[in-house]
């Protein structure tokens, strides 16, 4: 079953301005972790910002913000003032303990396309 | 530059031919990833290793695939007998706890993007 689910394929927003870029999830663990990675069309996946399922406060990182509501399941990426550089595709992941070995490994939604206009 | 590198960051081949990537890992990291992104998708797990130990493997990873690291620093992931379903990008990401920071965040390489033909 799919995890972690972004229901917007593309967006757009005016430079300058601030856009939301949703993410829902689903676990029945206590204990989790939350990220938003940036993968511009070169292909690395850029880390932008980490919540954890116990931090009291949302998480920010400069311009990023996660606005993580626990009973909604949901842990959306708000970026303000938008920059063109910010074009980009965006991948909301959840960690996943895994049954062996201890793994954390990620796992990912589809991405929203986001396009920043001039 | 001390992020995490990958080699060769394209690759094409004939379906049937072996193909061989590395990656090496941020140095203080003792943990190591494997994705592999197709077309329009999130990446997805393939295989990680705690120091040299390989210690979870996804069902995404065939046979035909295998991977190692050697004394816990760099990694390799091998195909064999390679498909044209196996085109895809190949990610290879690093974490572990370092100073001031925290053991959570993975930190991807540029990846090696495989063609089949």
């Known amino acids: 079953a799919q995890k972690i689910t972004q229901t917007q394929p593309g967006m757009f927003v005016q430079e300058k301005e601030a856009v939301t870029l949703d993410c829902t999830y689903d676990t029945s663990d206590p204990s989790y972790g939350l990220f938003w990675y940036k993968q511009p069309s070169s292909g690395e996946m850029i880390f932008l910002i980490y919540q954890g399922s116990y931090d009291q406060q949302n998480a920010t990182e400069g311009r990023y913000s996660l606005n993580f509501q626990k009973a909604r399941k949901s842990a959306n990426l708000v970026i303000s003032a938008s920059q063109l550089g910010d074009s980009a595709m965006y991948f909301c992941a959840m960690r996943e303990v895994g049954s062996q070995g201890g793994s954390e490994k990620l796992v990912f939604g589809k991405g929203t396309k986001l396009t920043v206009n001039p | 530059d001390t992020g995490v590198s990958q080699d060769p960051r394209h690759k094409i081949t004939k379906r049937g031919q072996n193909v061989t990537f590395r990656c090496d890992p941020i140095?203080?990291?003792?943990?190591l990833y494997w994705y592999r992104q197709t077309l329009g998708q999130g990446p997805e797990f393939l295989t990680y290793?705690?120091?040299?130990?390989?210690?979870?493997k996804s069902r995404l990873l065939s046979d035909r695939f295998s991977a190692e690291r050697p004394k816990g620093s760099f990694s390799t992931l091998e195909i064999q007998r390679t498909e044209q379903g196996d085109s895809a990008m190949y990610l290879c990401a690093s974490s572990g706890r370092v100073a001031g920071g925290s053991s959570y965040e993975q930190y991807f390489g540029p990846g090696t993007r495989l063609t089949v033909t």
């Open positions: 140095s203080e990291h003792n943990r």
């Open positions: 290793f705690q120091n040299e130990a390989q210690l979870e």
